[in-house]
C-alpha cells in the first residue's frame, strides 16, 4: 500500500481550483538483481501510461515521476543504478498497475569486473570509515591477534635459526 503526503497549494495555471489538494505518493517498490538484468518494479494503479515519466541521466541515476490529474496524486523515485548496469538499454513495461523497468547489465569482461568490484570496495571502504571506531586484524580475528602474532614470530625466529645451524654446519 503506498503512503501519502498531502499537502495544500497553489495550484498551476488552471489545472485546478486554488486550494487544490495534492497527495504525495511513495509507491511500493520491488527490486529485483537478475542473471542478466535489474528489475524494478513500481506499484502503481489507478495511473496511465501518459501520467507518468522516466528518465536516466548520464551519471546513471535512472528517475521516475508522475502525476495523475484525477485525484491530483503525484509520484517522484530516483535511483542510482550500479555501475554494472547498462543504463543506455532501460526498458518499461506497464500493464495498467505495475510499471516494470528493466536495466541489463553490461557484458562483464574481466577488467570491467575488477572496476565493478574496485567500486563496490570504494563504497564498503568509505561506509566502514564513516563507523565510529575502526577495527584492527586482531580484532578482526575475534581477540586472538596476539595468539596468532606470536606464533608468526616463532615461526620466522625458527626459519631463521635453522637458516642460521645450516649455514654453520656447511661451512
Excluded at 538499454?89 to 541489463?104: C, E
Amino acid at each position: 500500500m503506498a503512503s501519502s503526503k498531502a499537502q495544500r497549494g497553489a495550484a498551476k495555471s488552471g489545472a485546478a481550483p486554488a486550494e487544490a489538494y495534492v497527495a504525495d505518493i511513495d509507491p511500493n517498490l520491488e527490486c529485483l538483481d537478475g542473471a542478466n538484468a535489474y528489475i524494478i518494479r513500481l506499484s502503481l494503479p489507478g495511473f496511465k501510461k501518459e501520467d507518468f515519466k522516466v528518465q536516466v541521466d548520464s551519471g546513471g541515476r535512472l528517475t521516475v515521476r508522475g502525476e495523475r490529474p484525477a485525484g491530483y496524486v503525484r509520484f517522484h523515485k530516483a535511483f542510482q543504478l550500479p555501475p554494472t548496469a547498462n543504463p543506455d538499454g532501460v526498458a518499461g513495461r506497464f500493464d495498467g498497475a505495475v510499471l516494470s523497468l528493466t536495466v541489463p547489465k553490461q557484458t562483464a569482461t574481466g577488467k570491467d569486473m575488477v572496476v565493478a568490484r574496485l567500486a563496490e570496495a570504494k563504497e564498503w571502504c568509505a561506509a566502514a570509515e564513516g563507523a565510529a571506531t575502526a577495527t584492527t586484524w586482531a580484532e578482526a580475528l575475534g581477540g586472538k591477534g596476539q595468539l596468532v602474532a606470536a606464533a608468526v614470530a616463532g615461526l620466522a625466529f625458527g626459519a631463521f635459526l635453522a637458516h642460521r645451524l645450516l649455514n654453520v654446519t656447511n661451512s
